[in-house]
Structures are given as structure tokens and as C-alpha cells.
């Protein structure tokens, strides 16, 4: 009883009380009616050595080493504990690690003999040999799928070198003739190894006298083609030199003649700029003469067309006047002529005097219609040049609106603009000018009698008139009705009258 750790490569098995069929943990606390062991899972090795026989009736002993041991899963480890676990001969009464590793050998033994054998019975000693690994994986396959129903694995398998078993000498007689066939097959290799290599020697030898002869047959052939190279270079030198030698001296050449060509003209520039300046002085000089012969020319011939064109403008004015003269009397007399046959005619005929005088109201009329229509239209001109100048105010009013901020900001730039408040503040201080007030306060209130009857009101009313009136009167001028002023003196007399 008591709390239980298993090590790294063990587990606990536990049975009893509680506990359905077992219970495979690192750790765990034992109660009194329960038992436990240990199991461990690391795996081990053992040597085996199996004597099998080959499809050819060919016995051999085969040495095997094998790895195996639980596999660390817990299906697998219960199978394991089931049925690998403990001794069949004793009990483990101090509860050490139950391994059971002898009878697990002996059963790993009998199923690794019985697949081998399968599996050899089936194959030839040839494919033994050459398909070795494959014969490996085949007996690791068939031995793990028998394994598996006890919860085993195998890690690793190492098959050995087969071996002859008692009485059979196969594997002897085979390596003898391996060593001889490999003996006599060394000689036959060392015999053409000599032979090769002295044919190698002489071809070499050959060939490197070869190869130094074509080398120096290429070298002489590069030695004269690089002599030729040279002599041709030098060649191309000396004539390229030759030619830049040439050009050095025709540019020199070139360069005096267009020095001497610059020269000479620039002097012939000089020359012209001289001759020119020379030319533009004549120039100037009878250009002064022959400007003052013309303005004295031009003066003396403005001065006979001013005398000549007087004196045509003083014969035409007299022939003008003339003609003028003689159209104003020849106008006259037709006119005298024109109103004598008038009169006549209109002295013979009344008719034509009835005639003329309506045509002379016609026209009257229609002059006096053309007048007003006229006017009518001036002032119809006018009144649109109005209404227009007042559409572009209002625009303009509206443009301004928008910036002083609405209306009412217009409003008051306008006022500001024609001095409206100051106007209306000198209209209101001219209304109160010369004023002179005269105040005069009554109370009608609650203090004004001590009299708690129900003709207070009406008496307070009447009371009330008289100072109303009087100051009406006083501060408009205005007096009250007769009748209303008479009206206390006419109920006093006929109060008096009735007593």
C-alpha cells in the first residue's frame, strides 16, 4: 500500500479492487486490496543460430541477432502484461521487475525459426546470397506479424554470413574456388596490367614525340606569321606616321593661309567701314545744303500759294456774293411773280382758297399728332430708361445685400448713407422742443377713504374724473362738454329745490 513511481523505461501494472480488468501507469496510489508490478520496456538482444534448408535440399546454419522488446503503446503494452509478464515456474513475491525475458526468448526464438524456414524453404542459395536484403526484410515482415499479438517490436535485425552445418562442406568448396577463380583471375589481370602498361609506355612515348614536333612545327609557323604580323604593323606604322606628318603640315599650311585670309579681310572691312564713314560724312553734309535749299524753296512757294490762294479766295468770295446777290433778287422776283398769280388765282377760284386752308389744318393736325406722339414716345424712352436704371439698382442693391449680410445690413447702410437716424433724431427732438409738462398725481386706491360701503368703486370713478380733465386741459388744451362741467351745479339746485 502506498503511492508508486515507475522509472523511465517502466510502467506500472495494476490489478484488484476498482479496477476492471488492469491498469497500465507512470504512477499511482495502491490501496490495500490491490497488487501491482513492473514492467519495463526497454528492448534486448539475443543471439540465435538457425539451421534451415534451401529450395535445393542445401543445409546451412544461419546466425541471427535480433532487437526486440514491448512496444510503447497501450494496446500493446496490455497484450504484453497479459501474457509475456512474469514467471510460469515462480511467484515474484518482492514484486520486482517482472520481465519474463527467458520464455519471451524462447518464444521470439520459435516463431523467428519457423518464418525463416518458410521463408528459405522457398528461395535458392544463388538468391540467399545475391537478394540478402530482401531476405532480411521478408523475415523482419513475417516475424512482426506473429509478434504482434503479444505487443512486441523489432527494432533491428542483423543477419549473419551463412555457415555450413556438421558434415557439409558447401560453403568451403564455394570459397576455394572464389579464392582460386579470384587467384588465377589476379594473374590474368596483373598479366595485361604489364601488358597495357607497356603498350601505354610506347604510345606514350610515341605521342609525346608527336606532340613535340607538332608543337615546334606550330611554333615555327606562329614564329614567321608573327615576324610577317610585325613587319606588316610596322609598316601600317610608318605609314600612318607619313600621313599624320602630311596633315600636320597641311594644317599648318591651312592654318597661315586662312591666318593671311582673316587678315586681309578684316583689312578690307576696314577699309569699307572707312569708306563708308567717309561716304555717310558727304552725305550728311549735302543732305544739310540740299535740306536748306528745299525748306527755303518750300517757304518761298508756301508763300506764293498763300498770296494766290488769297487772292482766288477774294475773287471767288466776290463772285460768290455776286451770284448770291443776283439769285436773291431773281428768288425774290419769281416769289413776287409766284404770290401776284396766287392772289389772282385764288381771287378766281374760292374753291382752291377752301382747299388750302384744309390742307394747312391737315397739316396742323398732323404736326400737333406727331408732336405728342413724340412726346408720348420720349416719355415712354424715358420710363424704360427708368425702369432699366431701376432693374440695375436692384441688381446692385441685391449684390450688396449679399455682402452686408442680408436685408436688414442693407437697410442700415442705406439709412446711414441718406442720414435717416439723423433725420428722425432731429424730427423727434424738434416734436419735444418748447414742451413743458405739467404732472399732477391723484391716488383712487385703497388709502384714499375710509369707507367700506358698496359705492366705493363708483364714487372712486367720479372722484377720479375731475383731476383727469383738468390735467387734459391743461397739458393739450382741450376742455371737457358743457353738460359734463354743469352737471354737479344742476343735481345740487334741484337737490336744494326738492328739500
Not at 501507469?25 to 540465435?48: H, N
Not at 544461419?62 to 494496446?75: K, R, S, Y
Not at 520459435?110 to 531476405?135: A, C, D, N, P, Y
Not at 416734436?431 to 360701503?453: C, F, H, M, R, Y
Amino acid at each position: 500500500m502506498g503511492y508508486h513511481v515507475s522509472d523511465a523505461n517502466s510502467y506500472l501494472v495494476i490489478t484488484g479492487g476498482g479496477i476492471e480488468d488492469l491498469k497500465i501507469v507512470r504512477k499511482a496510489y495502491v490501496y490495500p486490496w490491490q497488487k501491482y508490478s513492473t514492467i519495463s520496456i526497454s528492448p534486448f538482444d539475443f543471439e540465435i543460430t538457425l539451421q534451415a534448408m534451401t529450395i535445393e535440399k542445401l543445409q546451412f546454419s544461419l546466425p541471427a541477432v535480433f532487437t526486440i522488446g514491448p512496444e510503447d503503446e497501450h494496446d500493446k503494452l496490455i497484450k504484453y502484461a497479459k501474457i509475456l509478464t512474469g514467471r510460469p515456474d515462480e511467484r515474484d513475491t518482492k514484486r520486482q521487475a517482472a520481465t519474463g525475458r527467458n520464455h519471451v526468448q524462447d518464444i521470439v526464438k520459435g516463431i523467428i525459426e519457423g518464418e525463416t524456414r518458410v521463408i528459405v524453404s522457398g528461395m535458392t542459395m544463388e538468391e540467399i546470397f545475391k537478394e540478402r536484403q530482401l531476405f532480411k526484410n521478408k523475415v523482419i515482415e513475417n516475424v512482426q506479424a506473429e509478434l504482434d499479438q503479444f505487443g512486441l517490436r523489432i527494432y533491428n535485425a542483423n543477419v549473419k554470413e551463412l555457415q555450413d552445418t556438421a558434415g557439409s562442406e558447401y560453403f568451403k568448396f564455394l570459397s576455394r574456388k572464389a579464392h582460386e577463380g579470384a587467384s588465377n583471375q589476379a594473374k590474368v589481370d596483373v598479366a595485361n596490367a604489364c601488358m597495357m602498361g607497356e603498350i601505354g609506355e610506347a604510345e606514350k612515348r610515341g605521342k609525346t614525340k608527336q606532340e613535340i614536333s607538332k608543337i615546334d612545327a606550330e611554333t615555327a609557323v606562329l614564329e614567321t606569321k608573327r615576324k610577317s604580323e610585325k613587319a606588316t604593323a610596322d609598316a601600317e606604322l610608318t605609314t600612318t606616321q607619313t600621313k599624320l606628318n602630311m596633315g600636320i603640315n597641311l594644317a599648318k599650311i591651312n592654318a597661315t593661309r586662312q591666318a593671311e585670309a582673316k587678315d586681309a579681310e578684316l583689312q578690307r572691312e576696314v577699309e569699307l567701314k572707312r569708306a563708308e564713314k567717309e561716304l555717310e560724312r558727304m552725305r550728311a553734309t549735302d543732305l544739310v545744303q540740299a535740306t536748306i535749299k528745299k525748306e527755303s524753296a518750300q517757304q518761298a512757294a508756301e508763300a506764293k500759294l498763300y498770296a494766290e490762294t488769297k487772292g482766288a479766295d477774294g475773287m471767288r468770295y466776290k463772285t460768290q456774293q455776286d451770284a448770291e446777290a443776283k439769285l436773291f433778287t431773281d428768288t425774290k422776283n419769281a416769289e413776287g411773280v409766284l404770290y401776284r398769280q396766287r392772289q389772282d388765282a385764288e381771287a378766281s377760284y374760292p374753291d382752291y382758297r377752301v382747299a388750302k386752308e384744309a390742307e394747312a389744318s391737315l397739316y396742323a393736325e398732323k404736326k400737333k399728332a406727331e408732336a405728342v406722339t413724340a412726346k408720348a414716345e420720349a416719355a415712354f424712352f424715358a420710363k424704360k430708361k427708368e425702369a432699366e436704371a431701376m432693374t440695375e439698382m436692384a441688381k446692385a442693391y441685391g449684390h450688396m445685400s449679399d455682402v452686408l449680410g442680408g436685408p436688414q445690413g442693407l437697410l442700415q447702410y442705406m439709412m446711414l448713407q441718406d442720414n435717416t437716424y439723423e433725420k428722425l433724431a432731429k424730427a423727434n427732438a424738434a416734436a419735444i422742443n418748447g414742451l413743458q409738462p405739467k404732472i399732477t398725481v391723484w391716488n383712487t386706491g385703497e388709502g384714499a377713504g375710509s369707507s367700506n360701503d358698496g359705492t366705493g368703486a363708483i364714487r372712486n370713478i367720479m372722484q377720479s374724473l375731475p383731476p383727469l380733465l383738468s390735467t387734459i386741459n391743461e397739458q393739450t388744451g382741450i376742455a371737457p362738454p358743457s353738460w359734463l362741467a354743469q352737471m354737479g351745479s344742476n343735481q345740487s339746485q334741484a337737490l336744494s329745490k326738492g328739500k
